[in-house]
């Protein structure tokens, strides 16, 4: 009996949007994956010699890139903040679209940038390679959630952040000043993998025929 492939997602808002996919790829999690009373955090998947793990985004990237899971779903953001040479990004899924910002206090916007800045993030490689290439010193504070909250408490001078519809940063008093990336979810698999298993280079198919055939849609939306 083969080994179980291991399929990685992530917690949160992609996750919701790329089920429908999943579903149409053939990777149907068991019941007990949407009740919401369950801690389980490995999931079988109905018809097939799958399972489903359910993780924290930056964990998802990991667990692939080491050959944990074989397969997984995560924002490009994550792909990109890591950078793993053991992790190939094959499919642009098209959902989950947002952007990484640079944002700070309204009132303190200005197009002049000093030679130092202390910024809040969960993303210190992208923040500190961003800043590199406008020839500032980036001092990254690492923080993984309420980001909004560092400039007015004068941990930070700004912060780096995804952003969606920006509501977020305004009720904190925050203006998104420059754009570092436009972020949508990949599927991403272990290169090994992929050489060794024909099931991954299978899903690999199947998700890049779906997003084909969603493009025609696009276009024509």
Not at 31 to 40: G, L, N, P, Q, T
Not at 141 to 160: D, F, H, Q, T, Y
Not at 171 to 195: F, H, Q, W
Request: glycine share 6%.
């Amino acid at each position: 009996m083969p080994t179980p492939l291991t399929f990685a997602v992530p917690k949160g808002r992609i996750l919701d949007e790329a089920l429908p996919l999943m579903a149409r790829a053939g990777v149907v999690p068991e019941a007990e994956f949407h009740d919401k009373k369950s801690r389980a955090l490995s999931f079988a998947c109905e018809g097939s010699d799958m399972r489903l793990i359910r993780v924290r985004a930056f964990d998802v990237a990991t667990f692939v890139a080491h050959g944990a899971a074989q397969v997984g779903i995560v924002g490009s953001d994550v792909v990109e903040e890591f950078a793993y040479p053991d992790l190939y990004a094959p499919v642009d899924l098209a959902i989950g679209h947002c952007r990484l910002s640079v944002a700070e206090p309204a009132g303190e916007a200005s197009g002049a940038l000093p030679s130092h800045l202390r910024i809040a993030s969960k993303y210190p490689n992208l923040t500190r390679r961003h800043f590199e290439t406008l020839g500032v010193q980036a001092e990254v504070v690492k923080l993984n959630g309420a980001m909004e909250l560092a400039p007015s408490l004068g941990l930070s001078s700004r912060i780096v952040d995804l952003v969606s519809t920006g509501r977020t940063l305004k009720e904190n008093g925050l203006v998104e000043t420059s754009r570092i990336l436009d972020v949508s979810a990949r599927l991403i698999v272990n290169r090994a993998a992929l050489k060794t298993d024909e099931r991954v280079a299978a899903l690999v198919s199947a998700f890049r025929a779906l997003v084909a055939e969603k493009a025609p849609e696009a276009v024509g939306a």
